[in-house]
């Protein structure tokens, strides 16, 4: 009898577990979300990230982020990457020049790490409407001087819905 009761607060420790986790892990906002992984030799200069982003909703706005996951050996400060964004029928194309900061002045890195890999989101671009439904294309480039460069594991887009 006591082996039973104890077999079921496990079962319900699990499952509040589980629970929380799913709640935790899911962001409601999301509409999208992927990372492309980088060679551990490093990012070519010549390589380009392609993200294809399915809109459906043309009524809300959205934020726009670009997220860098790199490693600790990352030799510089910052980061210049160039960014495109191609509109469903491929008839708008805007360019941008970004710079951001993936450590402070102290050399001490910005976002959320795990061991000897942070994160680093950039918002890119806030309170942003997708005019017409459709695959929107981003593509991004890394604007450093180093034809290969280290220390960089992925780049990721994440567009969320604002509330």
């Not at 499952?15 to 709640?23: F, K």
């Not at 409601?28 to 809109?55: A, C, E, H, M």
């Not at 020049?97 to 993936?102: A, F, R, S, V």
């Not at 450590?103 to 942003?128: F, N």
Request: proline share 4%; net charge positive; aromatic share 12%.
């Amino acid at each position: 009898m006591n082996k039973t009761k104890k077999i079921t607060t496990t079962s319900k420790f699990v499952l509040l577990l589980s629970i929380t986790c799913l709640i935790v892990s899911c962001n409601r906002n999301d509409v999208y979300l992927q990372y492309r992984s980088l060679p551990t030799k490093g990012w070519n200069k010549d390589s380009v990230l392609t993200f294809d982003v399915p809109i459906t909703d043309t009524t809300s706005l959205y934020n726009v982020y670009v997220n860098i996951r790199h490693r600790g050996e990352y030799p510089y400060q910052n980061l210049w990457f160039f960014l495109r964004q191609a509109t469903p029928l491929m008839d708008t194309l805007q360019k941008d020049t970004i710079e951001c900061y993936l450590a402070d002045q102290r050399g001490k890195w910005l976002g959320s790490g795990v061991g000897s890999v942070y994160e680093m989101p950039i918002l890119y671009r806030q309170k942003v409407s997708f005019p017409r439904a459709g695959i929107y294309r981003y593509q991004i480039i890394q604007g450093m001087r180093d034809s290969i460069l280290a220390g960089i594991n992925d780049v990721g887009i994440k567009i969320e819905k604002v509330k």
